[in-house]
């Protein structure tokens, strides 16, 4: 079993080009990114922006799996601990895609929908607001540093679009992070009294 070693005691150098051991999280994010970009287009029908997200999830966990300067140092948090919100995701989900027999369960299950939405919003500002924020600052500062430093066209490309789509992940979790922190504020305010089913 590896363990990440703090932040402030890794040095640049070695968050970007060292921590192989990690690989296996940016390969799990490509497969499953891989068969939620079909997915989301022919079945699901997901919204641009989810789509969007795939792709930039898509390069990132890419160049994170097959480039020497990796930046694998982030993966465990950005390809592993940020995905625990999406566990009560999938109860709320599950509600939204079966509203006729939720709606014969209703007493029943309100409850477990309530709290998989408190849950759903606590992880998410936790780990994709409240947490990104530091690690995603480090990562853009060593890709931004990492970039000054390319010699070549593959080079350039290769880490600009990493810091890229990074940036780009980064405001939508800002921007969902918004719409979470306003539906927690209408559900508690009481100004929220339709109920979902």
């Known amino acids: 079993m590896t363990s990440v070693p703090r932040m402030s005691t890794v040095i640049v150098t ?49 160049i994170s799996c097959f480039a020497k300067c990796g930046f694998r140092y982030y993966t465990p948090y950005f390809f592993g601990c940020i995905e625990i919100s999406s566990v009560p995701l999938t109860v709320i989900n599950f509600f939204k895609g079966n509203k006729e027999w939720a709606a014969k369960k209703n007493g029943q299950f ?30 853009l500062r060593a890709s931004i540093m990492l ?13 600009g679009s990493f810091s890229i789509s ?3 992940l980064t405001v939508l979790q800002y921007y969902w992070g918004s719409l979470v922190a306003k539906g927690v504020w209408l559900m508690f305010s009481g100004r929220n009294k339709k109920k979902i089913h």
């Not at 970039?147 to 880490?159: G, P, V």
Request: aromatic share 14%; hydrophobic share 55%.
């Open 14 to 62: 070695s968050k970007i080009a060292d921590f192989n051991e990690f690989i296996s999280f940016a390969l799990l994010q490509i497969g499953y990114n891989l068969w939620s970009i079909p997915m989301g287009l022919w079945v699901v029908g997901e919204s641009k922006a989810m789509l969007a997200h795939h792709l930039a999830t898509l390069c990132v966990a890419s």
């Open 166 to 168: 990074a940036m780009f």
């Open 110 to 139: 309100n409850c477990l929908l309530k709290n998989s939405k408190i849950v759903f919003a606590a992880l998410f500002l936790l780990t994709r607001v409240i947490l990104w924020t530091p690690q995603m600052y480090d990562v």
């Open 147 to 159: 970039c000054s430093t390319c010699t070549t066209i593959f080079c350039w490309l290769t880490i």
